[in-house]
Nanobody, 116 residues
Framework: QVQLVESGGGLVQPGGSHRLSCAAS????????MGWYRQAPGKQRELVAL???????NTADSVRDRFAISRDGAKNTVYLQMNSLKAEDTAVYYC??????????WGQGTQVTVSS
């Protein structure tokens, strides 16, 4: 079982920066990949960025030049650095964890609102 604790959501002005964190804990798991999805009102949940245990990343085209994902392996924590935020980045951001034996887990979600 894996527990995910997200932090960092909030209100950000357009053009601003913000960082999300997600810490994984539990027992009997090995990290396959970890990262973030988001869901805006009236839209489907979409991939934002993932990072594997080997450090490979997959970032959505819509945010690739503005967002960066990183990981602290010792802390089982993943970070999403968001720069040049736009109103369309407003969404609930969900942490995602995939184990090496393909069990997946979701965080409860954290709201990011980009507005002046």
């Amino acid at each position: 079982q894996v527990q995910l604790v997200e932090s960092g959501g909030g209100l950000v002005q357009p053009g601003g920066s913000h960082r999300l964190s997600c810490a994984a804990s539990g027992s009997d798991f090995r990290l396959g990949a970890m990262g973030w999805y988001r869901q805006a009102p009236g839209k489907q949940r979409e991939l934002v960025a993932l990072i594997t245990s080997a450090g490979s990343t997959n970032t959505a085209d819509s945010v690739r030049d503005r967002f960066a994902i990183s990981r602290d392996g010792a802390k089982n924590t993943v970070y999403l650095q968001m720069n040049s935020l736009k109103a369309e980045d407003t969404a609930v951001y969900y942490c995602y964890f995939l184990t090496t034996d393909f069990r997946d887990y979701w965080g409860q979600g954290t709201q990011v609102t980009v507005s002046s």
